[in-house]
């Protein structure tokens, strides 16, 4: 199956949909920021195993993707959280995903106790 098959089926690869986001932010110090963020999540187990693109991306990959972090003690847990739901607040009016902003909110934060 080509490439261009593909991205039917499937959407936007994850990667070609964060360069189209990075390019949004004036290049500088805050977009090496953002772009290492988001890196850190999207490269992560739940994400880079089970989400070739933004379209397959679930409520229980991003409770699995704060789970991991956690977990790994990821430096920085809160701005790599604040990226992830910045980049898929763009992506859902892009078109990329269809997860319902607050949907993406709750799996992100952890629960009010």
Do not use: K
Not at 9 to 22: I, M, N, Q, S
Not at 47 to 73: F, K, N, W, Y
Not at 83 to 91: D, K, N
Not at 94 to 109: D, I, M, N, Q, T
């Amino acid at each position: 199956m080509d490439a261009e098959n593909t991205t039917g089926l499937w959407g936007t690869p994850v990667e070609e949909t964060l360069a189209r986001y990075l390019d949004t932010i004036e290049a500088g110090a805050r977009r090496d920021e953002t772009r290492a963020l988001l890196l850190a999540a999207l490269r992560a187990e739940p994400i880079a195993r089970g989400c070739p693109s933004l379209a397959m991306i679930t409520a229980l990959d991003l409770l699995g993707l704060r789970a991991h972090l956690e977990m790994q003690g990821v430096p920085d847990l809160e701005a790599v959280l604040d990226a992830m739901e910045a980049f898929l607040s763009w992506t859902r009016e892009a078109g990329a995903h269809a997860l319902p902003a607050h949907v993406v909110a709750r799996s992100l934060r952890p629960p009010d106790l």
